[in-house]
């Protein structure tokens, strides 16, 4: 070899043409890592997010195998290999290429994920993150490495029609094996995407059924009613339902209170005597424009006069309990002022014959 360069026949040489091609490709991928990767790595740091260095550092490694390979295939066509043994060597090279591609696709995935990932955990206290997640980069992996595969046989020259064909009606199976299963991970993807609820909202359902959200889960929502009992939701059924949610869209609720009293009785007075009786209500908002208290004459009963009571509280848990001690201050207070308080009562005539 050395005398080879000595007398410049060194070119003339296949198989030094192949090492000399295949060599510059290696330097050529040493200089594009040194001066445009380093560039840019370079610039990545200037940035507030580091998900452009990480890109950089994760695609250096297959980019020089990429170029190293390109190299390694156009040095093979100098071999002196006959026609069928250089198309076997480029089915081998380019199976390489594509292996390495499919490698590069699944790290940056990864990256995407893990940055999209932790943003996305930042703003929720849910474990449907942590679950989905990890099934995201399972997905992402397997879609990535299946079509490097068709690529693959494709560059092998296999006919994939019917293993598509295949696919599909086994996709097909499986999608109704698991439709259930599919239908709550993206009942809870849709749940969290809303925003409708999170950890820590009190909701009521349309069944009746209330309570606290403990967790948002990949598959079922935990929600802890008030008695202390836990209910386990699958998220298909809950994202199909009627919530209501009593934190959105502010904390504040209006409480109500119904009560009647006897016929005979000034309805202004009841009205003023009821709503100096709420005022006194710690939890009870100040009467305003947009959040009044009201004492509503409804309807003439037949043993009463019927009034309902409305009022704001600040804090929805501080509902039930400004409801029960507006009904007793409106009991003391119309006892107070010597207006009574009926019971359901029938007059019945006998006619005498």
Same mark, same amino acid.
């Given at each position: ?8 026949r ?10 000399f091609?295949a ?8 200089i @594009? ?12 740091k ?5 998900? !452009? ?9 297959p ?14 066509? @100098? ?16 199976? #390489?290429?594509?292996? @390495? ?17 932790k943003?996305?955990?930042?703003k929720?206290?849910?474990s449907?993150?942590?679950? #989905? ?13 299946? #079509?490097?595969?068709?690529f ?5 020259n296999?006919?994939?029609t ?17 439709k259930?299963?599919?239908?709550n991970i ?21 069944d ?11 598959r079922?929502?935990k #929600? ?13 059924k809950?994202?199909?339902t009627?919530?209501q ?7 504040? @609720? ?47 009963? !037949?043993?009463?006069?019927?009034f ?6 600040t !804090?929805?848990? !501080?509902?039930?309990?400004?409801e ?11 006892n ?7 019971f ?10």
């Open positions: 070899m050395i005398q080879d360069i000595l007398y410049g060194f070119l003339e040489n296949p198989y030094y043409r192949f090492i091609i060599f510059a490709f290696y330097i050529l991928s040493k @594009v890592q040194v001066l445009i990767l380093g560039n840019l790595r370079r610039l990545a200037k940035t507030k997010n580091t998900i !452009d260095d990480t890109l950089i550092d994760s695609t250096r490694k980019l020089i195998k990429f170029l190293v390979l390109m190299g390694i295939k156009i040095a093979v066509n @100098v071999l002196p290999f006959s026609e069928t043994v250089l198309t076997n060597f480029h089915h081998i090279i380019n199976t #390489l290429m594509i292996v @390495v591609v499919i490698g590069l696709l699944v790290k940056i995935s990864d990256v995407l994920l893990n940055t999209w990932g943003h996305w955990a930042e929720t206290e849910s449907l993150d942590d679950e #989905l997640l990890p099934l995201l980069h399972k997905v992402v992996h397997a879609v990535v490495i299946i #079509l490097g595969i068709f693959i046989l494709g560059e092998w296999i006919d994939v019917g293993l598509l064909a295949g696919v599909g009606i086994a996709g097909l199976a499986i999608g109704f094996a698991v259930d299963s599919l239908s993206f009942g809870g993807i849709s749940i969290i995407l809303d925003k409708a609820i999170k950890v820590g909202d009190v909701v009521k359902l349309d009746g059924k209330s309570g606290t959200i403990l967790d948002v889960g990949l079922s929502t #929600l802890r009613t008030w008695n202390n009992e836990l209910l386990i939701i699958p998220n298909g809950l994202a199909n009627t919530i949610n009593y934190k959105k869209p502010d904390l504040s @609720v209006r409480g109500e209170v119904n009560f009647g009293v006897e016929y005979g009785a000034n309805t202004t007075s009841v009205k003023k005597i009821v709503k100096d009786a709420i005022k006194t209500i710690k939890t009870v908002i100040p009467n305003s424009t947009k959040k009044p208290i009201q004492v509503l004459f409804l309807n003439m009963g !037949d043993s009463a006069l019927e309902k009571a409305r009022f704001w509280v !804090d929805y848990s !501080d509902k039930f309990s400004a029960l001690d507006a009904t007793e201050k409106i009991y003391n207070a119309l107070k002022s010597k207006i009574g308080i009926p359901p009562t029938r007059t019945v005539y006998l006619k005498k014959e």
